[in-house]
Antibody, heavy 120, light 108 residues
Framework: QVQLQESGPGLVKPSQTLSLTCTVS??????????WSWIRQHPGKGLEWIGY???????YYNPSLKSRVTISVDTSKNQFSLKLSSVTAADTAVYYCARDRATGTGLDYWGQGTLVTVSS | QSVLTQPPSASGTPGQRVTISCSGSSSNIGSNTVNWYQQLPGTAPKLLIYSNNQRPSGVPDRFSGSKSGTSASLAISGLQSEDEADYYCAAWDDSPYVFGTGTKVTVL
């Protein structure tokens, strides 16, 4: 059973960089066939797709966030990470990592999510 | 702001059938398959329907999906109390993966 777990600071100051890591267990990122994704949900709101990374390092970002987002992968640790720069209060959200089946068939495994608050 | 439009709420009594619509465009639903997610209160979303009408293992067959043109629908037959949740449609668009605005289903 694949499991994903987000980790990182729950509080980030405005203008700084938000950094989160997703640790994958029960499956190898290096095996291919999946996009490793980040999604966020503003408090009481809907879901917003941030982007994904393939095990090879290829990335694809939401154009609305592209200038501030970097997703990277560390296959040796079976982890992938999210960096979001120049954050504002509008970036306060629950951030989820998830596995995308890379065939248009959906995000089949999700982490439990982590709340990141942007505040001074 | 989402490009997939859903009704904000839907409700029914136990045993009833509830249908949720998802309206998109030619660049998303019209060109790609639709997935549906269920988000129970305080939990992460769960894949409920993929490829328009396929259920992942473990999803009860009272959940069904369909797609026609630039719209899709999720139906819940035999509504149960544990179905009270938020439901989101989703599809690839020309660029990003887009989610619907979400529908809160209440079991009366």
């Amino acid at each position: 059973q694949v499991q994903l777990q987000e980790s990182g600071p729950g509080l980030v100051k405005p203008s700084q960089t938000l950094s989160l890591t997703c640790t994958v267990s029960g499956g190898s990122i290096s095996s291919g066939g999946y996009y490793w994704s980040w999604i966020r949900q503003h408090p009481g709101k809907g879901l917003e797709w941030i982007g994904y990374i393939y095990y090879s390092g290829s990335t694809y970002y939401n154009p609305s966030l592209k200038s501030r987002v970097t997703i990277s992968v560390d296959t040796s640790k079976n982890q992938f990470s999210l960096k979001l720069s120049s954050v504002t209060a509008a970036d306060t959200a629950v951030y989820y990592c998830a596995r995308d089946r890379a065939t248009g068939t959906g995000l089949d495994y999700w982490g439990q999510g982590t709340l990141v608050t942007v505040s001074s | 702001q989402s490009v997939l439009t859903q009704p904000p709420s839907a409700s029914g009594t136990p045993g009833q059938r509830v249908t949720i619509s998802c309206s998109g465009s030619s660049s998303n639903i019209g060109s790609n398959t639709v997935n549906w997610y269920q988000q129970l209160p305080g939990t992460a979303p769960k894949l409920l329907i993929y490829s328009n009408n396929q259920r992942p293992s473990g999803v009860p067959d009272r959940f069904s999906g369909s797609k026609s043109g630039t719209s899709a629908s999720l139906a819940i037959s035999g509504l149960q109390s544990e179905d009270e949740a938020d439901y989101y449609c989703a599809a690839w668009d020309d660029s990003p993966y887009v989610f619907g605005t979400g529908t809160k289903v209440t079991v009366l």
